[in-house]
Every structure is written in structure tokens, then in C-alpha cells.
């Protein structure tokens, strides 16, 4: 079933309910290509200077430039950037895929710069998975024995591994596919295998390298929709890599938006829309329907003197969109309200200057 937009604004409330501990934190990363690349991140010059003027003084790429987040428990945080804007590689990073040249990541408190091979490899095996954009499925293998490649490498039974593959072939939609082969599935099929492979192991984080790019734009939306099903029944923490900031917005609880290896902003899709933080940023997210993003928390007014203060009561998480019918059915402003506190109201007027495009009145 698809999820509608305030199940979306529900789902991202999930994080700021946590107790406050975070499953990856990310300080001050860089990774730099070319020679020398280490003496990159110490310097203040060097920092300083635009990629070209960078690779004209030394050779040098930084395509991670001085990155810092958080990731919360149950998150699904996205990190969003056009074609060179360092997002592919800053996830490598997380999983030193590719090596970091400076900085920290912190995976459920243990810096994993420091792991040597062997820990890289049980961090691997059973902390964190990915699904990548090719499913890099063995083609001679059933899907369920695909699924269940990543637990005969850590040494499960045939039994026990066959049993969790189906559980998870079924989790994702494919039962009655486990004896078929890939060449025998659609994209949209092989790309659920490779999700169940990533499950197959229960990793407490998931990483989305732009699974979806290759898919036609009716099966990355189904895809879309399995991903927060999933993640609804499921609950793992997800990184997703993206260059589609509708994707961004449906899957994300925060967005962190790259250009050029550096960080413009960090935050809900509500508050990219709302608040942007410049003009790149602003040109991003100009298309956007403000009112399927945008919540009731952006758009009311302080209560003044003659307001009606009786009216229907909302949440200040509910998305405008849906807020717009019971608005405009009120005979008085609606009251918005949060732990039995009034915040403010909201009237036909506020949810029409949205609903009608009219940013410019905001």
C-alpha cells in the first residue's frame, strides 16, 4: 500500500524519539584523491581553495570536504547531490569502501577508521549491509540461495540459512520466486533479491547507493513505497543516496544536500522547502508542492484578540496537504496543538496562500 504524506510526517517524528544516541557519527570527514592527499585537510589554505583552483595548486580531488552528521536510531537519512557532488563516495567512506583521509566515523560508538581487517570484515558481515544500483546477483544461483549467499559466508547451516532466506524473500514481496533465477526476474524483482540479501543478515544499518536510478520510473516508485514499508515493519536505521530530490523528500526523515564534496544543509524535507539555506538550495527545492511537504507548524499565526479559540484540533506535524480539507470545512481557524499546548492557528486563508502557490505572501 502506498504511504500517504502523513504517514511520511509520522515516520520522520521517529528519530527526535529516540534517546539521543546516535548509530553513525561523522566528524570532520574528507577523502581526498592525488598525491599527497593527507596534507590536504590540515591546511587552511589548501582547505580554502575551489576544486579547480585545488587541482591546478596540487593535482588533488576533495571529494568529501569537512562533513560532519549524525545518524539517529531507526533513521532513514538521505544524502542528496547532483552527478559529482561527493554523495556516492561519502558512503563508500562510512564503510571504507574507500578509504577516509581525515576525519572520524564513529559507527554505535566504535571509530572505524581504527578497525583493522579482520574487525572490518565482522562489521561487514553482520553491523551493516548495501544495496547498490546493480544487484551484482550470481546468476547461476536460485534466489533464494543469492539471498542466502552473504550467511553461507558466515558459516550458517544450509537449514538455517535456507530459512532466513525465505523469510526475508518473503518480507520483500518475492515469495513464490525463491527457485527462479535472476535472468528469470524483472529489474524491479532482482533489485528486491538484492534488498532481501541485505536483510538476510539483520544489520543494524542499511546503505542505499541510488539503488533505484537504473529502474523505470514505475518500479523505482513501487521500490520507493517497499522501502518504507519496510522500514515501518522492519525499523532498521538507513543511509540512501540520491540525486532525486523526490525520492529525497518521500524517504527521508533529514536530507543532507552536497555540492562539491562540501555540506549545504542538513535537515527535514520540511524545512528545506521552508527554510532553504541559500540560493542553491532555494533552486532546488523552487518545484517542489510546498503543500505535500510543507506542515501546519510552518504556515500558523500567533492567536489575536477576537480569534475563535473552539475550533477542530491538529498536530503541528500534519502535513498541509491533508490538514487542507478539515481547514476548509471549519467554520473557525483550527487549532494547532502539541502536548495539550496551543502553538497557533491556522485558517482558510494560511492553507490557501500554500495550496495556491503563492510562497510570495509567506
Not at 576544486?51 to 545518524?71: P, Q
Not at 563516495?89 to 576525519?103: N, Q, S, Y
Not at 523552487?286 to 506542515?295: E, I, N, S
Request: aromatic share 4%; glycine share 10%; net charge negative.
Amino acid at each position: 500500500m502506498t504511504p500517504t504524506q502523513t504517514e511520511v510526517a509520522q515516520r520522520r517524528g521517529a528519530p527526535q524519539d529516540s534517546d539521543g544516541s546516535a548509530v553513525i557519527s561523522v566528524r570532520d570527514l574528507w577523502k581526498v584523491f592525488g598525491p599527497k592527499a593527507d596534507r590536504v585537510p590540515g591546511s587552511a589554505e589548501l582547505c580554502g581553495l575551489t576544486r579547480r583552483e585545488l587541482m591546478d595548486r596540487t593535482g588533488c580531488t576533495a571529494a568529501v570536504r569537512d562533513v560532519s552528521f549524525d545518524v539517529s536510531p531507526g533513521e532513514v537519512f538521505v544524502v542528496m547531490g547532483l552527478s559529482g557532488s561527493g554523495k556516492s563516495t561519502l558512503v563508500r567512506c562510512l564503510t571504507r569502501l574507500i578509504e577516509p583521509t581525515a576525519g572520524e566515523v564513529v559507527f554505535e560508538g566504535e571509530d572505524i577508521r581504527q578497525a583493522d581487517a579482520r574487525r572490518l570484515r565482522e562489521l561487514r558481515r553482520s553491523k551493516f549491509s548495501m544495496v547498490f544500483q546493480h544487484f551484482g546477483l550470481l546468476p547461476h544461483r536460485r534466489v533464494v540461495d543469492n539471498v542466502a549467499f552473504g550467511l553461507e559466508i558466515r558459516g550458517l547451516s544450509r537449514a538455517e540459512r535456507t530459512g532466513r532466506a525465505r523469510e526475508v524473500v518473503e518480507l520483500v514481496g518475492l515469495a513464490g520466486y525463491e527457485n527462479s533465477y535472476p535472468d528469470q526476474l524483472s529489474g524491479g524483482m532482482q533489485q528486491r533479491v538484492g534488498l532481501a540479501r541485505a536483510l538476510a543478515g539483520d544489520p543494524d544499518v542499511l546503505f542505499f547507493d541510488e539503488p533505484f536510478s537504473a529502474l523505470d520510473p514505475l518500479i523505482r516508485r513501487d521500490m520507493q513505497n517497499e522501502v518504507i514499508r519496510l522500514h515501518h515493519e522492519v525499523g532498521k536505521t538507513m543511509v540512501f543516496i540520491t540525486h532525486d530530490l523526490s525520492e529525497a523528500l518521500k524517504l527521508g526523515d533529514r536530507i543532507l544536500i552536497m555540492r562539491d564534496g562540501r555540506t549545504v544543509q542538513c535537515g527535514t524535507g520540511d524545512e528545506l522547502v521552508g527554510a532553504p539555506a541559500d540560493d542553491y538550495v532555494r533552486e532546488f527545492v523552487k518545484d517542489v508542492p510546498r503543500g505535500d511537504v510543507l506542515t501546519l507548524r510552518w504556515i500558523m499565526r500567533p492567536p489575536q484578540d477576537g480569534d475563535a479559540l473552539d475550533g477542530p484540533e491538529l498536530g503541528p506535524d500534519v502535513v498541509v496537504r491533508e490538514a487542507t480539507r478539515a481547514v476548509l470545512a471549519a467554520d473557525r481557524p483550527v487549532r494547532i496543538v502539541a502536548d495539550g499546548e496551543l502553538l497557533g492557528l491556522v485558517g482558510a486563508e494560511e492553507i490557501l496562500t500554500v495550496v495556491a502557490g503563492r510562497e510570495g505572501d509567506m
